[in-house]
């Protein structure tokens, strides 16, 4: 796009410039992305006004290459000061932009106000317009102005260090409401861990509303607030269910997330019965956490043994037919006991327990799990006895069909559980374990014969 409102360099100058970049790519350096970013550095360093600039290089090829720039601005410079430095980062941009340099993005940062940079004059004056109306803002740690390169108007978002974030919406939606271009644009506060946000215009009162009606009957740690959303975090674990039930209204016009305590509800239909399961759960063991909503509950716990305990419990409700359901250790648990993890539609989630707890019962079993019908047996240093003694221990519980998958070390053989000889033959590529544990698969499976001739 032509940069001749602002600099004498000729559009015919410019296009031999880029022609002869593209064709004698020699001429660039051959770490391209972080040899121009020195470059722009270099170059924008030098120009009144600039504190500090840095361009971020990758260099995927020889004399090829990405950057970014950033240039951090005095404070107190002048809008025309602004202007100039603002003009130069594009024109460096359109001069420099080629077949073998992609400049990816471009920020400017005056003061608290940080903004993105073009290669069009026009579209950064009117950035800049905007970046006027509100350096003037005190008690923000951070203005940024958003283009979000989709035709929308340009938004605003800011953090304070605490504070109401409703009223800091209300301040920047005032800074920038006399100028229609400006309007209705996307706005978002934060203060302390607490954001709200407006697609355009004030904050709809319902909104405002809802939030103080949780804030009302619990301590809100964080929570995120708009027009499509409703997420809140509580101090107490206590609190969720009930604030969750107040919020059930909300989830018609947006989505609802309530967190307590490590238990993340997604209020997204009506939760007594998923509620149900989980309590059936935490009667049983301790939960360290869980995920839930209208139709389905993942249960987290200390170690596989609580896993298969709160599985038991739950497969013992009758709260929750057709509820997708999961129980498994907390991820990087540390290991207590074996491995277990059952999870299915709540209809299957019984015969799933009985399967997992009679592999784990199995001495050289490490590790089981049951999930969407997919079993995973761990079997360190198998041998034709132990796959025997897991085949024996699984023969009740397997129905022809079942997806089987058997670890060991680093090998592992998976086939489908049908009645009759199994044949499991090398595969292209597997390795060496691979096909040793693939024969001591077939071979124990045959001599067991779990689902019969």
Sequence with gaps: MPWTQITRRSAVAALVGMLVGTTLVGCGPVNAGSGYGSRFEQHMEALPGVVDATGGG?????????????????????????????????????????????????????????????????DNETTLDL???????????????????????????????EGDPFAAVGVLEAARADDPRFARGSVSATAGDVTVRSDAGSIDPETRAAYDSVVSVATVTAADVGPDRLD????????GRAVADLLSDEAATRDVT???????????????????????????????AAELSASALEVRTADGTD??????????????????????????AASVGKYAAVGSDSADLGDGVDLVAALVGVDEVEAASLVDGELSVSVPGATIDSLRAVFTAAAPHLEPGSSVTVRSGRADADFVAEPGE???????????????????????WNATAPLGR
């Design 58 to 122: 990758q260099n995927t090829l020889p004399f090829s290459g990405s950057m970014s720039g950033r240039v951090e601005i005095a404070a107190d410079v002048d809008a025309t000061a602004l202007r100039t430095i603002t003009d130069e980062m594009g024109a460096w941009w359109v001069d420099n932009a080629s077949a073998s340099l992609d400049i990816t993005s471009m920020d400017g940062v005056v003061g608290s106000v940080s903004f993105p940079v073009l290669p069009s004059r026009v």
């Design 131 to 161: 970046v006027a109306l509100v350096r003037p803002l005190t008690g923000f740690t951070a203005i940024e102005v958003v283009d979000h390169g989709d035709g929308d108007q340009l938004g605003l978002t800011a953090q304070q260090a």
């Design 232 to 239: 809140v975090t509580l101090a107490d674990r206590d609190d």
């Design 258 to 288: 309530v967190t307590a305590g490590g238990i993340v509800r997604t209020v997204d239909g009506p939760l007594d019965r998923v509620e149900g399961l989980l309590a059936a759960a935490t009667s049983s063991v301790g939960v360290v």
């Design 307 to 332: 896993a298969l305990a709160a599985a038991t419990a739950m497969s013992a409700s009758d709260a929750g037919a057709g509820i997708d359901v999961r129980s498994l250790p907390e991820s990087g």
């Design 422 to 444: 199994l044949d499991l033959p090398a595969r292209a590529t597997d390795t060496d374990d691979d096909s040793a544990l693939r024969t001591l698969v077939a071979d124990a």
